[in-house]
């Protein structure tokens, strides 16, 4: 079956870096997202790799390996601002996204 | 309006109400979703549609009927829901579907009740 991992709630504290991973298993795969979704409210897009490595947005950033089947989004700079769920979701072979449960990032001044 | 709007925001319902969720996309897309979110597990697809035609069905329970009369509006009829039907109903939209990078621009949502 199609299955994404994620830690269900991390905490950090304000100022600080953190990093959210995220695995899947899923039948093929045509790009990774990340959506970030604030209590109450849509999710909103953050970022899409396809190829392997790490691309910056501010003060986001998002990393991909495709072997492992692994990725990982870096916060830096945390504000109180960042509290939210950040849900990861993989493009299937076709072209479905699979979702993963989300994690609660909880930050702390 | 711009983005995607849903209507209602809140909405508490009994098990033999029938009721409708609106979504409305101000974005010109040609595609448009409707997703279950529980608190704790995935989000949940449970239709889509692109360019007025329903081209993905989850398996959904019949209870459950979408309707998509234009590219632009999005209607989910609810009829004998049961508690377990209790979540945020999400609707999005996307420029296409089947192909790479398409982002998807979500409402936000419905918090439906089930009493």
């Not at chain 2, 509006?73 to 609810?78: A, D, V």
């Not at chain 2, 398409?102 to 089930?114: A, I, N, S």
Request: proline share 5%; hydrophobic share 30%.
């Amino acid at each position: 079956g199609q299955n994404i991992d994620q830690p269900t709630e991390m905490t950090a504290t304000e100022g600080a870096i953190v990093q959210i991973n995220c695995t899947y298993q899923t039948s093929g795969f045509n790009g990774l997202f990340w959506y970030q979704q604030h209590a109450g409210e849509a999710p909103t897009f953050l970022s899409y790799n396809v190829l392997d490595g790490l691309e910056e947005k501010g003060r986001f950033s998002s990393f991909l390996s495709r072997s492992k089947g692994y990725s990982y989004l870096l916060l830096k700079e945390l504000q109180m601002k960042d509290s939210a769920s950040y849900l990861c979701a993989v493009l299937d072979s076709n072209y479905q996204l699979i979702w993963g449960a989300g994690t609660k990032l909880i930050i702390k001044p | 309006e711009t983005g995607v709007t849903q209507t209602p925001r809140h909405l508490v319902m009994g098990m033999t109400n029938k009721k409708s969720l609106k979504c409305e996309q101000h974005l010109g897309h040609n595609a448009m979703y409707w997703y279950k979110q529980s608190a704790k597990k995935p989000l949940e697809l449970m239709f889509v549609y692109s360019l007025e035609e329903r081209v993905e069905n989850n398996s959904v329970p019949s209870r459950f009927s979408p309707e998509c009369p234009n590219s632009s509006h999005l209607f989910l009829h609810l009829h004998t829901l049961q508690p377990e039907d209790s979540a945020l109903y999400l609707c999005a939209s996307s420029q296409d579907t089947g192909k790479p990078s398409y982002e998807q621009y979500f409402g936000p949502g419905t918090r439906l009740t089930v009493t």
